[in-house]
């Protein structure tokens, strides 16, 4: 079956501390992977994506991700947080083909960034 | 350029009321989608429209209906409001094309009591 894991509900950093949140994939064929952030009370905004080349994919904001294509990983960095980064983070894969594209999203994981 | 606009941005119902979300994009996307949030559930596909005149059930479609008007917009129909879909209800439009990247409206928060 096809599906996006994001194993932790909450990651706790401490501004200027190097972050990680972690998203692993199961999907048939070349997968398309995408990072979303959410704040409170607002819609998701587009992070980055992975589609091919490059493994280090660099997005807005300071973010960037590493594909994993061996550990089917996708797992979201940034170098020094900000209390700004603090949000609810969405990893997704595209399914289907065709005339049909869809996004499989993981269950989110909530950045909390300490001053 | 707006992007994708929703309305109602709030609204609370009564156990068996219906009402209709709406959702407008501008961006000459031929499809569009409706998720549901709920906490600790990600988002849950409810239906979708790959281009004007077709839609197609997601993951949890039971309780709705949808209508793709035109190329612009895709509504959502609740007919007889249960608390269960109480819930965080998103517009999306995109995924067209590579990169199959969605973009979200602002979401509407709908209470059912």
């Known amino acids: 079956a096809q599906s996006v894991a994001q194993p932790e509900d909450q990651v706790n950093v401490a501004e200027g501390n190097p972050l990680t949140v972690k998203c692993t994939y199961s999907?048939?064929?070349?997968?398309?992977l995408f990072w979303y952030v959410q704040y409170p009370n607002r819609g998701l905004q587009f992070l980055l994506k992975?589609?091919?080349?490059?493994?280090l994919v660099k997005g807005s904001y300071g973010f960037e991700a590493e594909f994993n294509k061996s550990q089917t990983s996708f797992h979201l960095k940034k170098p020094s947080a900000l209390v700004s980064d603090s949000a609810l983070y969405f990893c997704?894969?595209?399914?289907?083909?065709?005339?049909?594209?869809?996004?499989?999203f993981g269950t989110g994981t909530l950045l909390a960034v300490q001053p | 350029n707006a992007g994708v606009t929703q309305t109602p941005k709030f609204q609370v119902l009564k156990t068996g009321q219906s009402m209709t979300l709406q959702c407008a994009q501008d961006m000459n996307h031929n499809s569009m989608y409706w998720y549901r949030q709920d906490p600790g559930m990600g988002l849950r596909l409810i239906y979708y429209s790959a281009s004007e005149g077709t839609t197609d059930k997601g993951e949890v479609p039971n309780g709705y209906n949808v209508s793709r008007l035109n190329k612009r917009e895709f509504s959502l129909r609740l007919e007889s409001a249960a608390p269960s879909q109480t819930s965080v209800y998103f517009c999306?439009?995109?995924?067209?094309?590579?990169?199959?990247?969605?973009?979200f409206g602002p979401g509407t928060r709908l209470t059912v009591t």
């Open positions: 999907v048939s064929g070349n997968p398309y």
């Open positions: 997704a894969v595209r399914v289907g083909g065709g005339a049909t594209n869809k996004l499989i």
């Open positions: 992975y589609i091919t080349g490059d493994n």
């Open positions: 999306a439009s995109g995924g067209d094309r590579v990169p199959y990247e969605q973009y």
